[in-house]
């Protein structure tokens, strides 16, 4: 979609008003060429012409109304558009599932909602100007039209081949254009590299050579070159039309006089010409803005419908009334097999079966990459398993009630995000957390004011314990660690296990832990071992050999 057909979607009820706006300033302009005209080629003097002045002022007062009138439509149409769309896009990237947000790419999102935003939001004052223009010379043109036909279509077949020539390096800077995006593309994932990498790049002198000179310099500079075929394309096009332009300009003022019998009349179309000139230049200079602009606009549209189509239906929020589990999750059958873009076979799971009864302890172990995180996710409703199904108290998990099913767990994932509030928390008794921060040993280190932690930047350790107190404030049914003591010195390891998970059991919670920790299989009430994406068995600890 490119941006005008945009800007007129947007405006909705107001397109007939916007539209009348948009035009009438370039109409009116066309007007005041006239007069102007009209006045500098009158033949005798008169004095000053009341009804020309009066119109000219008219004329000047309409242009500057409508005019701005126009833009600060198009303005307000355009922030709107962009608040709504960084909503609606948030909102769909909230109700995607996780393998789809994994397929598109954070980094795609990231775009879309930023620097495409920002080149819509910077283009558009401008790209409503062109419209001014664009009717100034349509109506230099019928002026043309009315004062010789035949200048007019010599006018014409000179702006027929202008367009002609345009057009085709037009194209070709276009798709130069898109190509540099993509480029771009790829210089911010390994500017993303550098960034999120830091500390690895740092260390690693190699590393931060590799990164920098054989991909962020050879990426930036194909940039260039593309940013540059590109502009030449747009130069070489605005070259040719300018050639059209003079070439025009001289036929009408050296030929146009033989052909009409007012010799008034070149002197007349040259004023024309000489007005549309800075008409066709700004429209010509503007047209790679405009490019940009619609570049902007498909890849935020594609990501919108891509999102559209992806995006689970969610509950109602009222709806998502919180789950309780009263008998347990049952797992038959599930299978799941990961996206794979470069045509390697992909890791799949299952078929498993599972079966947790309510207020069990269930350690899921295996050797890396044998699919207990993988499993883990499907468990919690994160991945949509491509075969057999899961329940939970006899009731099957559909997109339905799948956000209501979610909100059984409370999961600290090995890769864990910390939020710095306690976002959807209802915080009514505040000493709940000093406590649980004291039983975390966080108490001196962190503080919670103005609704928010007083720091997340804590050790490894200390923000999974802090992750923990998050969790036990959400007060689900069941609760999911992945490796959670992986990070723990021993005591806190060894409170963990015996102390820790035996208090949730006792509470009546549902445990799921994913663990190495073979010293600690003894807890649990069931050990599920994972092997190559398959449950290999499901024993009691007795049974607990390594
Ligand atoms: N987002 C993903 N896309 C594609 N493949 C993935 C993705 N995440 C994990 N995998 C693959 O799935 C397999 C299982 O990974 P998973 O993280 O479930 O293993 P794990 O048993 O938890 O391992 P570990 O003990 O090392 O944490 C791995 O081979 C991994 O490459």
């Avoid at 299952?350 to 947790?356: A, R, S, T, W």
């Avoid at 923000?463 to 609760?479: F, G, I, N, Q």
């Avoid at 003894?522 to 994972?530: F, P, Q, R, T």
Wanted: charged residues 25%.
């Amino acid at each position: 979609m490119n941006f005008f057909r945009l800007l007129y979607r947007e405006a909705g009820d107001s397109k007939r008003t916007f539209l009348l706006l948009s035009l009438v300033p370039g109409l009116v302009m066309g007007l005041i060429i006239a007069v102007i005209n009209a006045v500098t080629n009158y033949q005798q003097n008169t004095g000053l012409q009341w009804q020309y002045l009066g119109l000219f002022v008219l004329g000047c007062a309409t242009v500057l109304f409508t005019m701005n009138r126009a833009l600060n439509m198009a303005t307000a149409i355009i922030a709107d558009y962009l608040c709504r769309l960084r909503i609606r896009v948030t909102a769909q990237v909230r109700s995607l599932n996780l393998a789809t947000v994994e397929e598109i790419g954070l980094t795609r999102i990231r775009a879309a909602v930023g620097r495409d935003h920002q080149t819509i939001e910077e283009t558009a004052p401008a790209l409503v100007g062109l419209i001014y223009f664009v009717m100034q010379l349509v109506m230099s043109a019928l002026y043309i039209c009315y004062l010789s036909p035949l200048a007019f279509i010599v006018t014409l077949a000179f702006l027929a081949g202008a367009i002609f020539f345009y057009r085709k390096s037009y194209r070709d800077a276009e798709e130069l254009m898109r190509q540099a995006s993509l480029s771009e593309q790829a210089f911010h994932n390994s500017f993303e590299n550098i960034l999120s990498g830091f500390k690895e790049v740092k260390l690693n002198a190699q590393r931060s050579d590799d990164l920098f000179h054989n991909y962020i310099i050879p990426r930036s500079e194909q940039v260039e070159d593309l940013r540059v075929e590109s502009g030449r394309s747009f130069n070489y096009g605005q070259s040719v039309s300018d050639v059209f332009f003079y070439t025009l300009m001289g036929t009408l003022v050296f030929a146009i006089p033989f052909y009409v019998s007012d010799l008034s009349i070149p002197g007349k179309i040259v004023t024309v010409i000489v007005f549309a000139s800075g008409a066709i230049t700004s429209i010509i200079r503007m047209l790679p803005v405009v490019s940009r602009a619609n570049l902007a606009v498909s890849n935020i549209e594609e990501l919108r419908e891509l999102l559209e189509k992806h995006s689970e239906a969610m509950d109602e929020r009222s709806e998502v009334r919180q789950a309780r589990l009263s008998k347990g999750i049952s797992l038959k059958k599930i299978a799941y097999t990961y996206h794979s873009e470069d045509g390697d076979r992909p890791f799949s799971i299952g078929p498993c079966d599972l079966e947790i009864a309510s207020g069990e302890m269930v350690f899921i172990v295996g050797g890396n990459g044998s699919g207990k995180s993988t499993l883990a996710k499907i468990l919690t409703g994160l991945y949509e398993p491509d075969g057999g199904h899961l329940s939970w108290d006899d009731k099957v998990v559909k997109p339905e009630n799948i956000d209501r099913y979610r909100s059984l767990f409370s999961v600290i994932f090995s890769d864990f995000h910390l939020f710095d509030r306690l976002y959807g928390v209802d915080l009514t008794d505040e000493q709940k957390l000093y406590d649980l921060l004291e039983d975390m040993k966080l108490d001196e280190k962190v503080h919670y004011r103005n609704n928010r932690f007083s720091t997340t930047n804590l050790s490894t350790g200390q923000r999974k314990r802090l992750a923990m107190v998050v969790a036990l404030l959400e007060d689900r049914d069941v609760y999911l660690f992945d490796e959670w003591a992986a990070d723990q010195d021993p005591e806190y390891r060894r409170w963990f296990y015996t102390d820790f998970l035996m208090k949730l059991k006792k509470e009546g919670r549902t445990v799921i832990a994913i663990t190495h920790d073979d010293r600690y299989f003894d807890v649990a009430d069931k050990i599920v071992w994972m092997e190559e994406g398959r449950i290999s068995k499901v024993s009691s600890p007795a049974d607990a050999t390594v």
